[in-house]
T-cell receptor, first 115, second 115 residues
């Protein structure tokens, strides 16, 4: 069964500090991996998307890495801001086919940035 | 573009009542998705459409749930009769291309409370 596991479940950091969120998956065959940011009361918004051949991708202060061999991804947030407080969801797409059913969602990491 | 539009944003109803959630996808997008999000189960794909045609409704929990997409700019998710365990946030998302490997754009969600 395809699974996506995220850690930690929740994280509290001080403004200005860096942090790293983890995503491990068992989805096979692999197509792509996305990180979404979900603010409280809003829908998820895509931060990065990586395919098999990409091992790092940045979006401003967000940098995602992917190790397709170990089936691990991380999302690094640099110089955190209060607005980074949100849930971060890892989503992995199963490869080759075109079905949306092949998306597997992680349960998310709840990040709180304190002043 | 205004993004994916959902209405209502909040719905409180009593058990047994019919509930209709509405979604307007981003203009030009060919795929539309309905998700449910709860604390316990995270994001779950209920059903998705390609070019207004339902492709996969295996995530629809029961016969009480039904979804329609009469045209490219409108979709509904109906629950009849509603039950307290249906309480969740329901998201609609759209994508410019069919399949699960393409980026999805989420609406703000409808928070449903069934008393």
């Amino acid at each position: 069964k395809n699974q996506v596991e995220q850690s930690p479940q929740s994280l509290i950091i001080l403004e200005g500090k860096n942090c790293t969120l983890q995503c491990n998956y068992t989805v096979s065959p692999f197509s792509n991996l996305r990180w979404y940011k979900q603010d409280t009361g809003r829908g998820p918004v895509s931060l990065t998307i990586m395919t098999f051949s990409e091992n790092t991708k940045s979006n401003g202060r967000y940098t995602a890495t992917l190790d397709a061999d170990t089936k691990q991804s991380s999302l690094h947030i640099t110089a955190s801001q209060l607005s980074d407080s949100a849930s971060y969801i890892c989503v992995v797409s199963e490869g080759a086919g075109g079905s949306a059913r092949q998306l597997t969602f992680g349960s998310g990491t709840q990040l709180t940035v304190l002043p | 573009d205004a993004g994916v539009i959902q209405s209502p944003r909040h719905e409180v109803t009593e058990m047994g009542q019919e509930v209709t959630l509405r979604c307007k996808p981003i203009s030009g997008h060919n795929s539309l998705f309905w998700y449910r999000q709860t604390m316990m189960r995270g994001l779950e794909l209920l059903i998705y459409f390609n070019n207004n045609v339902p492709i996969d409704d295996s995530g629809m929990p029961e016969d009480r749930f039904s979804a329609k997409m009469p045209n490219a700019s409108f979709s509904t998710l109906k629950i009849q009769p509603s039950e307290p365990r249906d309480s969740a946030v329901y998201f609609c998302a759209s994508s410019p291309l069919a399949g699960g490997r393409n980026e999805q754009f989420f609406g703000p969600g409808t928070r449903l409370t069934v008393l």
